[in-house]
């Protein structure tokens, strides 16, 4: 299977501000210009950079992924070669840039981004787009996309292009390893075109469902699952992912909740609110209906000693790096996650719970001296009758890899009796695995047909007595 660890999302990229020198003024900036006199100009790679655009990489990423190809290229004299390592290369974990400009340009004269690429093998780029600007990524957008050892063209249509009247975002992509093993990819004629075929949008929010979701007063809650769908004159259909600010958000009842351009909801009373959006004009399809029951008891505040703790999560003591709190485990897992915080206290809810993971493996956690873990969950409305929890805990080995072999696993189980409606309740156990100094992963999850759907976490921690 592919490594997306870095991908996660949902995992938010870290952002590294290193300047890579000659990757600009190779062209000269069109004539033209637009709204407040920022160019016009489309182009982004035309045997070389636009005047004023730098490359700047992903913090982690392998810095010397990209570089400018004279020897194999789709047309002209030159194209953007990217090299992807390998799993475990100490240079970098994957290949991630955005190419930006210190002035912005006007593209609402454009509708997509388009470009020619081949990789040496048919790898799956995780993302790519434009929009990123190390700055707000106000109108981020980006897909995943398929290679081929061939040259073809990519289009990646722009939501609403009125909006892009200064970008500095021009070109973005991230991508990791194909089953462990790094590859090469070319891109060549990038740039913003108007191609006069896309049609049909069809705008969504909550991955175009209509779901419900409990909220609580001072909740802050983001919409997600937000796309753009176009079809192309080939008659295939693109979707993209969309920035909230390409959208227009509406509160049914703004007494209860009001969301902001950003697209995210604060609750600020009792009742029900339903958040719909358009993009374009045109109506989104899906909508996210949040009952608020008023005021949300916060998890008791850790007081032990932080020399004796190492902490997964929680406000109290400084998090060691996490790479999620939500890897999905394709296709099986149906897990959905928000992060919110209420008074500067941070905790995680899942819904449409079946199993979820947590994983620190950049480093793994030893836990040698640590005897204990604790967990603080939390059950809205009604404990399911049938529930039963298990929580595994997942030593990588020496190899420090999920799935190397030399994995080691301890599982806990725990039974309804234990928890009580709408309270916080403390889940503490031993560590009782004789090789627990590379602990990578935490598994929570339902078994025997336990039915429990949402809750919410915090303060998870390993602690010495």
């Given at each position: 299977m592919?490594?997306?660890?870095?991908?996660?999302s949902k995992?938010?990229l870290?952002?590294g501000l290193l300047f890579?020198a000659n990757t600009?003024?190779?062209r000269e900036?069109?004539p033209?210009?637009g709204l407040?006199?920022?160019?016009?100009?489309?182009?982004?790679?035309?045997?070389?950079?636009?005047?004023?655009?730098?490359?700047?990489?992903?913090?982690?990423?392998?810095?010397?992924?990209?570089?400018?190809?004279t020897?194999n290229?789709?047309?002209?004299?030159?194209?953007?070669?990217?090299?992807?390592?390998n799993?475990?290369?100490?240079?970098g974990?994957y290949?991630?840039?955005?190419?930006?400009?210190?002035s912005g340009r006007?593209?609402t004269g454009?509708?997509?981004?388009?470009?020619?690429a081949?990789?040496?093998?048919?790898?799956?780029?995780?993302?790519?787009?434009?929009g990123?600007?190390?700055?707000?990524?106000k109108?981020?957008?980006s897909?995943?996309?398929q290679?081929?050892?061939?040259w073809r063209?990519?289009v990646i249509?722009i939501?609403?292009a009125?909006?892009?009247?200064?970008?500095?975002?021009l070109?973005?992509?991230?991508?990791g390893?194909?089953?462990?093993?790094g590859?090469?990819?070319?891109i060549?004629?990038?740039?913003?075109?108007k191609?006069?075929?896309?049609?049909?949008?069809?705008?969504?929010?909550s991955d175009?469902a209509d779901?419900?979701?409990?909220?609580?007063t001072?909740?802050?809650i983001?919409?997600?699952?937000?796309?753009?769908?176009?079809?192309?004159e080939?008659?295939?259909?693109?979707?993209?992912?969309?920035?909230?600010?390409?959208?227009?958000?509406?509160?049914s009842?703004?007494?209860?909740?009001?969301?902001?351009?950003?697209g995210?909801v604060?609750?600020?009373?009792?009742?029900?609110?339903t958040?719909?959006?358009s993009?374009?004009?045109?109506?989104?399809?899906?909508?996210?209906?949040?009952s608020?029951?008023?005021g949300?008891?916060?998890a008791?505040?850790?007081t032990?000693?932080?020399?004796?703790?190492?902490s997964?999560?929680s406000?109290?003591?400084?998090?060691v790096?996490?790479?999620?709190?939500?890897?999905?485990?394709?296709?099986f897992?149906t897990?959905q996650s928000s992060?919110?915080?209420i008074?500067g206290?941070?905790?995680?809810n899942?819904?449409?719970?079946?199993f979820v993971g947590?994983?620190?493996?950049?480093p793994t956690?030893d836990?040698?001296?640590?005897?204990?873990v604790?967990?603080?969950?939390?059950?809205?409305?009604?404990?399911?009758?049938?529930?039963d929890?298990?929580?595994?805990l997942?030593?990588?080995?020496?190899?420090?890899a999920?799935?190397?072999?030399d994995?080691?696993?301890q599982?806990?189980?725990?039974d309804?009796?234990l928890?009580?409606?709408?309270?916080?309740?403390t889940?503490?156990f031993?560590?009782?695995m004789?090789?627990?100094?590379?602990?990578g992963?935490?598994?929570?999850?339902n078994?025997?047909?336990?039915s429990?759907?949402?809750?919410?976490?915090?303060?998870?921690?390993f602690?010495?007595?």
């Amino acid at each position: 299977m592919k490594n997306r660890k870095l991908i996660y999302s949902k995992i938010t990229l870290l952002f590294g501000l290193l300047f890579i020198a000659n990757t600009s003024c190779e062209r000269e900036l069109s004539p033209q210009s637009g709204l407040a006199g920022n160019s016009t100009s489309g182009d982004v790679f035309i045997d070389g950079f636009t005047g004023g655009l730098d490359y700047f990489p992903f913090g982690g990423s392998y810095l010397d992924a990209f570089s400018v190809d004279t020897d194999n290229k789709y047309s002209g004299s030159s194209s953007m070669r990217f090299d992807v390592p390998n799993v475990g290369d100490p240079a970098g974990a994957y290949a991630g840039a955005i190419f930006r400009l210190e002035s912005g340009r006007d593209l609402t004269g454009y509708d997509a981004l388009t470009f020619w690429a081949k990789g040496t093998k048919a790898g799956l780029i995780n993302e790519i787009g434009f929009g990123t600007d190390f700055g707000e990524n106000k109108y981020q957008v980006s897909m995943s996309l398929q290679l081929t050892t061939n040259w073809r063209k990519y289009v990646i249509p722009i939501p609403d292009a009125t909006k892009l009247i200064q970008e500095r975002g021009l070109f973005w992509y991230a991508e990791g390893p194909e089953n462990g093993i790094g590859y090469s990819f070319w891109i060549d004629e990038l740039k913003f075109e108007k191609l006069g075929t896309i049609a049909q949008p069809q705008p969504a929010i909550s991955d175009g469902a209509d779901k419900s979701e409990t909220a609580f007063t001072g909740v802050d809650i983001a919409i997600t699952g937000l796309t753009q769908t176009f079809n192309l004159e080939s008659g295939e259909n693109v979707t993209v992912n969309a920035a909230p600010s390409y959208f227009n958000f509406k509160s049914s009842n703004e007494e209860v909740g009001f969301i902001n351009e950003s697209g995210v909801v604060t609750i600020i009373g009792e009742g029900t609110t339903t958040i719909t959006a358009s993009l374009g004009g045109v109506l989104a399809k899906g909508s996210l209906e949040l009952s608020s029951r008023g005021g949300f008891d916060l998890a008791p505040i850790p007081t032990r000693d932080p020399s004796k703790v190492i902490s997964i999560y929680s406000d109290t003591y400084t998090n060691v790096p996490v790479d999620f709190f939500n890897g999905f485990w394709e296709p099986f897992q149906t897990t959905q996650s928000s992060e919110f915080a209420i008074g500067g206290n941070n905790m995680i809810n899942y819904t449409n719970f079946n199993f979820v993971g947590n994983q620190f493996a950049n480093p793994t956690v030893d836990a040698t001296q640590k005897s204990n873990v604790h967990v603080n969950m939390y059950i809205p409305n009604s404990v399911p009758a049938n529930m039963d929890f298990l929580i595994t805990l997942v030593d990588f080995g020496p190899d420090q890899a999920d799935g190397g072999g030399d994995d080691t696993r301890q599982q806990v189980f725990f039974d309804k009796s234990l928890w009580v409606p709408d309270t916080w309740i403390t889940l503490e156990f031993p560590v009782t695995m004789d090789n627990k100094n590379n602990i990578g992963l935490i598994i929570y999850e339902n078994i025997n047909f336990s039915s429990l759907s949402n809750w919410y976490l915090d303060n998870v921690y390993f602690y010495e007595d």
